[in-house]
């Protein structure tokens, strides 16, 4: 079984400031790893995924995260945050094998920049 | 396209009424879920289908059933609805089996409140 944990409920930041969002993960076999975005009042959209490869994910919107296979991690940064970032951001898991499709979420990490 | 169009947008229900929430995708995938976004507790998975033909319980799937009508549409429903189950729920849909890389896309949510 997969599990997600986001260990910030928010993260205040001024405008300009660079940003971390927190995620580690629990799961007894590989898995796939995802950032997605939801802004007030919409559905979400991803914002970058991990599959293979390079450690260090390029997404949308200027953000990346970098696995971290050993700490079991999947942190999502900013180099300088604009107004427009704020929003609920939520990491996901998803194993790479197996017929179940099942797809998981942490607890959400709402972003506050302020001016 | 559409993508994944879930109805109604807005609910409210009295308790112990029933009431299913529709969700149909035109991406041709094969997988479906149902998740449901309470403040604090993130998204919380409720079923999914992993192909046409098949469901399974995700984390929180007590008072909820859930039907793969065809490949298109996946519903669920509330036989007997509570306060507990106040909150918005989202539909999504992604990739093919075995293709547990791929980006979910979501609906724009349905908000139910039970009184």
Not at chain 1, 37 to 57: A, C, D, E, F, W
Not at chain 2, 12 to 30: E, F, I, P, R
Not at chain 2, 39 to 60: H, N, Q
Request: hydrophobic share 35%; glycine share 10%.
């Amino acid at each position: 079984a997969q599990s997600v944990t986001q260990l910030d409920s928010q993260v205040p930041v001024f405008e300009e400031a660079p940003v971390e969002l927190r995620c580690n993960y629990s799961s007894s076999v590989s898995v796939y790893l995802f950032w997605y975005v939801q802004y007030p009042n919409q559905g979400l959209q991803l914002l970058l995924k991990y599959l293979s490869g390079s450690t260090l994910v390029k997404g949308i919107n200027g953000f990346e995260a970098e696995f971290n296979k050993s700490q079991t991690s999947f942190h999502l940064r900013k180099p300088s945050v604009h107004i427009s970032d704020t929003a609920e951001y939520f990491c996901a898991v998803s194993a790479r094998s197996g017929n179940t499709g099942k797809l998981i979420f942490g607890q959400g990490t709402t972003l506050q920049v302020k001016p | 396209n559409a993508g994944v169009t879930q109805t109604p947008k807005f609910q409210v229900l009295k308790t112990g009424q029933s009431m299913t929430l529709q969700c149909a995708q035109d991406m041709n995938h094969n997988s479906m879920y149902w998740y449901r976004q309470d403040p604090g507790m993130g998204l919380r998975l409720i079923y999914y289908s992993a192909s046409e033909g098949t469901t399974d319980k995700g984390e929180v799937p007590n008072g909820y059933n859930v039907s793969r009508l065809n490949k298109r549409e996946f519903s669920l429903r509330l036989e007997s609805a509570a306060p507990s189950q106040t909150s918005v729920y989202f539909c999504a849909s992604r990739g093919g089996q075995g293709a547990w890389s791929g980006e979910a896309f979501f609906g724009q949510g349905t908000r139910l409140t039970v009184v």
